[in-house]
């Protein structure tokens, strides 16, 4: 299954970008071979809307999980609506990240964190 | 990019009053304090005056007159509420939204209302006319009648970005185009409209239609410079623009040169002085001060009075 995780950089040894909304890189790793891309939100420059943007970017590319550290009110609202569970880290790398979602130790975001932007 | 000089401002199309927008560009350059000054020396010539507060995100004009109670008037704009059974998640009015207050999750698609600016294009676009209308609240709409004077403001609803939408419902109802109950046109003849600091959409859409432009500026440079900006915004609409400087003091050549640069005239100066600002405080407007303020805004009516004799 595809799991999106952002990340500072563009490989699986980069660190987690905790935030969702303008994360500045997505991996797109395949939980089944550990292969991977990497998705270039663009969403750094969005006034409004960015984490709307990047969660409709990652929904298009075929995610079932999302691994950031935090997530804004309007872009869970989308992955809610997709049933797309987001799963939360405190830092550390996206192949750390991965591996503790493996081992099934972390907390799914149960509710959107972050204020968003009106 | 020259506004057109004030002496080419049109008598006002048959039928309706002179309406004239007060604008600045910068805040706090005294808008407010000489669109109700200049309202009351309206009213103080025999005129029946309508003065709208279109500062919808802080109106404040009202703190100037003594009104008594006002009636409100809620106002509603578009927001597409979506047929789940109807949509087919093509995701058309996803593409076309540039607020990205729409969002397809899946084949579902889900409405921001607060990032709607009610422009109804999701609706026109979409195929199988899943889009209908719903509202949602963006402000209310005051309104007093003391007299000659009808005042009315805007307030938006906070956490509301549709100040636009408000200010041309407010504009509706001076011109008496409004539906609701609030649309009846106060019998008037000069209408005065208090526009929003800035030069972006509100302020636009508050100085829009408006037979005359004056700025409020005052002789700084920031003063120059946002009100270089608003003059800009002005030509755009082909609007006739006059200056008032503010503040007036030894430093107003700063805005003589811009002003003679873009050919517009400086019809009035209001001295700076330590006795306006504790009026103010006092929630007292400067034309009740006496010379030279009451004599400034007596003269500026019969000024306005001019260009459409």
């Known amino acids: 299954m595809l799991i999106g995780i952002s990340i500072r950089g563009d490989h699986l040894d980069a660190p987690v970008d905790l935030r969702l909304g ?8 395949d939980s089944d071979t550990e292969q991977f891309k990497t998705l270039d939100p663009g969403a750094g420059q969005i006034q409004h809307g960015a984490g709307i943007q990047t969660a409709q970017m990652l929904l298009k590319a075929g995610v079932k999980a999302v691994i950031s550290g935090d997530c804004g009110p309007k872009a869970f609202q989308v992955f809610q609506a997709a049933q797309v569970p987001l799963y939360s880290v405190t830092g550390g790398t996206a192949r750390e990240a991965l591996a503790a979602w493996r081992r099934q ?11 968003g932007h009106a | 990019m020259n506004p057109a000089p004030a002496h080419q401002a049109a008598r006002p199309a048959t039928g309706h009053p002179p309406w004239i927008a007060i604008a600045s560009g910068k805040g706090g350059t005294g808008k407010t304090s000489v669109a109700v000054s200049l309202a009351l020396a309206a009213v103080q010539a025999g005129k029946r005056v309508q003065l709208i507060d279109a500062d919808v995100e802080g109106p404040n004009a009202h703190h100037f007159l003594d009104l008594g109670a006002s009636a409100e008037t809620t106002i509603r704009s578009m927001l597409p509420v979506i047929a789940p059974e ?12 540039t607020f990205h207050a729409l969002a397809a999750a899946g084949n579902k698609v889900i409405v921001f209302p607060d990032l709607c600016h009610a422009c109804e294009g999701c609706r026109e676009v979409c195929p199988v006319g899943a889009i209908t209308d719903g509202a949602q609240e963006i402000g209310v709409i005051r309104h007093w009648q003391r007299g000659p004077l009808s005042v009315c403001q805007g307030a938006l609803q906070i956490g509301q970005v549709l100040s636009p939408a408000l200010i041309r419902a ?44 004056l700025l409020v500026t005052e002789p700084t440079p920031f003063g120059r410079h946002d009100l270089d900006l ?18 007036s003091n030894d430093h107003d050549r700063v805005i ?33 001060l006496g010379p030279p303020w009451a004599t400034t805004f007596t003269n500026l009516v019969t000024h306005l009075e001019g260009l459409w004799a």
Do not use: K, W
């Not at chain 2, 623009?241 to 503010?246: F, R």
């Not at chain 2, 811009?258 to 006092?282: D, G, K, N, T």
């Open chain 1, 105 to 115: 130790e972390l907390p799914v975001i149960g509710q959107p964190g972050g204020m």
């Open chain 1, 22 to 29: 303008r994360a500045q890189m997505f991996l797109l790793v």
């Open chain 2, 256 to 288: 003589e040169d811009l002003c003679r640069a873009r050919a517009v005239p400086i019809v009035a100066r209001l001295p700076e002085s330590r006795q306006v600002a504790e009026a103010y405080a006092e929630g007292r407007p400067m034309g009740s």
């Open chain 2, 230 to 247: 608003a003059m800009q915004a002005a030509a755009t609409l082909r609007l006739p623009v006059e200056v008032i400087i503010n503040r």
């Open chain 2, 86 to 97: 109807t949509c087919t998640g093509c995701g058309a009015c996803v593409e076309f939204c």
């Open chain 2, 170 to 213: 407010l504009h509706r109802r001076g011109r008496g185009e409004a539906e609701d109950s609030a649309g009846r046109p106060p019998d008037v003849d000069l209408t005065i409209v208090d526009a929003p600091p800035g030069t972006a959409c509100a302020m636009m859409a508050a100085i829009r239609g408006a037979d005359h432009l």
